[in-house]
């Protein structure tokens, strides 16, 4: 109930091209919806986030597409460039005062240059 | 404004040994986390806190402890060390104001030989 489920693990693009990263979840509950940008050596740091009521948000080169009804989500990482490289965790928030973030197992991105 | 600091920023564990991995925000957050972060897995949550005095156990609490006796900081305690421990920590903290962006530290990298 509490999980979120991230794919791919892993993902190689090449510069310019798209990519896509898959999140799902079960509970219903959940209200907030980050993905956060980690770089080696780095913590996590906020990238984009979407609330359940919005399908789809866009910032810059980044957007989350968010499907209600299939409690799904994803990013899209549009027009990549080698900076994008790092890895990307997905999370959902849990409501109910506490405010605990559920992470998703990340993806690494690599975009060949 | 430095935001959440971690020290130590790696340390090395003998087994049964104990430790304590510092954690201090300067943001006036209520609300502050520590995570695990192992390769495939993601972050998992391992004790949470809404404000001083106040703390609670996430998804794998056992064999640590925290304290939060100030808003500024959230300790936590790693007691007879084992190599299931050698792991990655992060300490993270976000606002009260409802549902929004937490901010991580840069880890603590353990290893528990």
């Known amino acids: 109930q509490q999980q979120v489920k991230q794919s791919p693990q892993s993902l190689i693009v090449q510069k310019g091209g798209i990519s896509i990263i898959n999140c799902a979840y079960e509970?219903?509950?959940?209200?907030?919806f980050p993905w956060y940008q980690q770089f080696p050596g780095k913590g996590p740091a906020l990238l984009i986030a979407i609330r359940p009521d919005v399908s789809e948000k866009k910032e810059g080169r980044f957007t989350i597409s968010f499907n209600k009804s299939a409690k799904q989500f994803s990013l899209h990482i549009m027009d990549s460039q080698p900076g994008d490289s790092a890895t990307y965790f997905c999370?959902?928030?849990?409501?109910?005062?506490?405010?605990?973030?559920?992470f998703g197992t990340g993806t690494r991105l690599k975009v060949l240059a | 404004n430095a935001g959440v600091t971690q020290t130590p920023k790696f340390r090395i564990l003998k087994i049964g040994q104990s430790m304590t991995l510092q954690c201090t925000q300067d943001m006036n957050h209520n609300y502050m986390y520590w995570y695990r972060q192992d390769p495939g897995m993601g972050l998992k949550l391992i004790y949470y806190?809404?404000?001083?005095?106040?703390?609670d156990k996430g998804e794998v609490p056992n064999g640590y402890n925290v304290s939060r006796s100030t808003t500024e900081d959230f300790p936590l305690r790693l007691e007879l060390a084992a190599p299931s421990q050698t792991s990655v920590y992060f300490c993270?903290?976000?606002?009260?104001?409802?549902?929004?962006?937490?901010?991580f530290g840069q880890g603590t990298r353990l290893t528990v030989v």
């Open positions: 509970n219903t509950a959940f209200d907030y």
């Open positions: 999370a959902a928030l849990y409501p109910g005062g506490t405010y605990k973030y559920i």
């Open positions: 806190s809404v404000g001083a005095g106040i703390t």
């Open positions: 993270a903290s976000s606002p009260r104001t409802g549902p929004t962006e937490a901010f």
